[in-house]
């Protein structure tokens, strides 16, 4: 009896960086998408870099005016998985989540995007009324509803750079 069935390729083995840990070493555009393996792509962001606030702030928010949310997000990621304190790691983790919202739009993802924006909003809203490190809290509030809005109507940012948020004052 012969099978029918094409036997498939051997797969590759998984990607693996210096420490063994499994991470995808394919290159990524502005967007965080993956290309195809020797593509020219973005240069990624270092993992695990513990930065004062203010520096994570200033790196995230040149990521976001250079239309890289997905790199931003890696950033807030840094802080929010550094960070000890319960309440600033739901900071950190509602930023990532709000720059992963204006990733997935950019990328023509509204429903995500939509989804992504309003969990973000409701992990840095209880800083409304004691924003710290500066952080224009109610600012990104009403960013993130806006953009949350025009994407349930279908409407997509221009770019991610031209809908990026301010984070600071």
């Excluded at 790196?59 to 250079?66: F, I, N, P, T």
Aim: hydrophobic share 35%; net charge neutral; proline share 8%.
């Amino acid at each position: 009896m012969t099978s029918t069935r094409k036997s498939r390729p051997a797969r590759r083995g998984r990607d693996r960086d210096e420490e063994g840990r499994a991470r995808n070493a394919r290159p990524r555009d502005g967007l965080g998408r993956p290309l195809p393996y020797g593509s020219p792509g973005v240069e990624r962001q270092p993992e695990g870099i513990e930065r004062p606030p203010e520096e994570t702030l200033d790196e995230a928010q040149r990521l976001l005016d250079d239309g890289m949310p997905f790199h931003a997000h890696e950033v807030f990621e840094d802080a929010w998985k550094s960070g000890d304190e319960a309440a600033e790691q739901a900071l950190w983790k509602g930023l990532a989540q709000l720059a992963v919202g204006l990733t997935h739009a950019a990328r023509g993802n509204t429903v995500g995007g939509a989804k992504l924006l309003r969990r973000g909003a409701e992990h840095v809203s209880p800083f409304r009324s004691k924003p710290p490190h500066g952080i224009d809290i109610a600012g990104l509030l009403t960013w993130a509803a806006g953009l949350a809005a025009d994407l349930d109507a279908g409407r997509l940012p221009e770019s991610a750079a031209a809908a990026a948020p301010r984070l600071c004052r």
